[in-house]
């Protein structure tokens, strides 16, 4: 793959953040709950975060990333995921929501293994962590939505 290419998947991956933000800050809007009110503002934030850490990368000159180039990402693999509506059901946004934070996990945890530059793997390292973060907290959630009478 070539630099540019990166900065192709680089750019895949903030219009992602900002989607994930764009997404959580609305679901915050609808939800009453103030539990679910304050975790999807925590995650809305975090997402801005992360577009800020990849707008970062993206400003630098081409030459500077540091990747292998005979890697493959399997990105497309992961482009054909639906598009997050303020539409869906709760229960179908969360599953959505969960799916994405799964997609960018890997897609960061595959930029971090084949960066080559100490500083940009830990970035993506952190990146993947964050996300399984995310996908961890939804999971819980999904799990007392989807199924009330467990306790």
């Known amino acids: 793959m070539t630099p540019e290419d990166y900065r192709k998947i680089l750019s895949l991956a903030i219009d992602r953040e900002v989607e994930s933000y764009t997404f959580y800050r609305g ?3 609808k939800v009453k ?12 934030g975090e997402e801005t975060k992360h577009r800020q850490l990849l707008e970062g ?3 630098r000159d081409v030459k500077e990333l540091k990747f292998s180039a005979a890697k ?10 639906p ?3 303020m539409d869906l059901k709760p229960i179908d946004g969360i599953v959505l929501a969960i799916r994405k934070e799964l ?21 993506f390292t952190e990146l993947a962590t964050m996300e399984r973060g995310h ?5 819980d959630l999904y799990t007392e939505m989807a199924f009330p009478e467990v306790w």
Do not use: C, P, V, W
């Open 135 to 139: 996908k961890a907290r939804l999971e």
């Open 72 to 81: 493959d990402y399997k990105i497309a693999d992961q482009m054909a995921a």
């Open 103 to 123: 997609e960018a996990m890997q897609m960061y945890t595959q930029l971090a293994g084949h960066s080559t530059d100490a500083g940009q793997k830990k970035m």
């Open 27 to 29: 679901i915050s809007d």
């Open 57 to 59: 990368l993206m400003s």
């Open 33 to 44: 709950d103030n539990n679910l009110k304050k975790l999807f503002n925590e995650l809305a």
């Open 83 to 85: 598009k997050l509506s």
